[in-house]
T-cell receptor, first 112, second 113 residues
Framework: DAGVTQSPTHLIKTRGQHVTLRCSPI?????VSWYQQVLGQGPQFIFQ???????GRGNFPDRFSARQFPNYSSELNVNALLLGDSALYLC???????????FGQGTRLTVV | GQQLNQSPQSMFIQEGEDVSMNCTSS?????WLWYKQDPGEGPVLLIA?????ELTSNGRLTAQFGITRKDSFLNISASIPSDVGIYFC?????????????FGTGTRLKVLA
């Protein structure tokens, strides 16, 4: 079985641009969460989606948004990119809303 | 953002030695997880703990869920070079109806052959 897949793996954007990151969960998993990991730190929670509904939001500005599709895949969107948005963005897949999470390899976003 | 306290921050050990690291929180969690992350990769789940006092093993790894539900530790026995990486603890609890993981600051492990 395929694990959590994220695309793209690497991305370079300019300040002020918009970016969309994609995630496909493990087959059968209905929950997707997004995390931001800045270099040298642990992942920080951004969003959780379960059954296509937002179940939680971390302490991130409204420039960050996400959605989950009927096939349980998910997109994370970030508008008006700042240099400080440069990070590894991780998607985590869970069977349910409160079961253990399995992470993808991440998308490395660099904002210049 | 909120992060759990993990110690030590980094450690260099000789191959074959045992390793111990721990994680503490000011909040109570109902689940503790331990992950290993290699450079440029996502975290890989090592062990999940669901009950206070629980002791769980996965090969050479052993982890315990603290009785107070505010701490956890991970032991690695007979370390080998491929154990090198960053180890993260993560506590999960419900906050405002959301089950989210709060991660530790990480322990960077280097194994000297």
């Amino acid at each position: 079985d395929a694990g959590v897949t994220q695309s793209p793996t690497h991305l370079i954007k300019t300040r002020g641009q918009h970016v969309t990151l994609r995630c496909s969960p493990i087959s059968g998993h209905k929950s997707v969460s997004w995390y931001q990991q800045v270099l040298g730190q642990g992942p920080q929670f951004i969003f959780q989606y379960y059954e296509k509904e937002e179940r939680g939001r971390g302490n991130f500005p409204d420039r960050f948004s996400a959605r989950q599709f009927p096939n349980y895949s998910s997109e994370l969107n970030v508008n008006a990119l700042l240099l400080g948005d440069s990070a590894l963005y991780l998607c985590a897949s869970s069977l349910g809303a409160n079961t253990e999470a399995f992470f993808g390899q991440g998308t490395r976003l660099t904002v210049v | 953002g909120q992060q759990l306290n993990q110690s030590p921050q980094s450690m260099f050990i000789q191959e074959g030695e045992d390793v111990s690291m721990n994680c503490t929180s000011s909040s109570i969690f109902n689940t503790w997880l331990w992950y290993k992350q290699d450079p440029g990769e996502g975290p890989v789940l090592l062990i999940a703990l669901y009950k206070a006092g629980e002791l769980t093993s996965n090969g050479r790894l052993t982890a315990q869920f603290g009785i107070t539900r505010k701490d956890s530790f991970l032991n690695i026995s007979a370390s080998i070079p491929s154990d090198v990486g960053i180890y993260f603890c993560a506590g999960r609890g419900m906050t405002s109806g959301t089950y989210k993981y709060i991660f530790g600051t990480g322990t960077r492990l280097k194994v000297l052959a």
